[in-house]
């Protein structure tokens, strides 16, 4: 299935996905969803 290239993550998806990459228990299919879901997140701009 194709990703529109105008989709995001959410910043609440981003969020939580953060702070299960930053939690030492999670585990690494978790963090590998989290990190992926980060990737697809809008940067800030200045």
């Keep these: 299935m194709a990703k529109s290239r105008n989709e995001s993550t959410s910043k609440s998806v981003a969020s939580k996905a953060s702070k299960l990459l930053s939690n ?23």
């Design 24 to 46: 030492p228990n999670t585990s690494k299919a978790v963090k590998s969803v989290a990190a992926s879901a980060l990737t697809q997140a809008r940067n800030k701009k200045k």
